[in-house]
């Protein structure tokens, strides 16, 4: 579960710095451009791949009983 949830993060980031179009033509991400735009859209992607980052370090450092 932690690996996913940090390789997600990091496909998240990887998917708003490099811009990959297979990410922005998804549905609900081609929502959120439609709504806010490309930038917009590219910071939230961003920041959700962080939180998940952070997430699943936060389940290394700290595992749950």
């Known amino acids: 579960m932690t690996i996913f949830t940090g390789l997600m993060g990091v496909g998240g ?3 708003a710095i ?3 179009p297979s990410v922005f033509r998804s549905r609900k991400i081609a929502f ?6 490309r930038v917009g859209t590219r910071f ?3 920041v959700g ?3 998940l980052v952070v997430l ?3 389940f290394v450092a700290l595992p749950p009983d």
Do not use: Y
């Open 18 to 20: 490099f811009e990959t």
């Open 49 to 51: 791949g962080l939180l």
């Open 56 to 58: 699943a370090v936060s």
């Open 13 to 15: 980031i990887w998917a």
């Open 32 to 37: 959120l451009d439609q709504r806010i735009g």
């Open 44 to 46: 939230f992607v961003g």
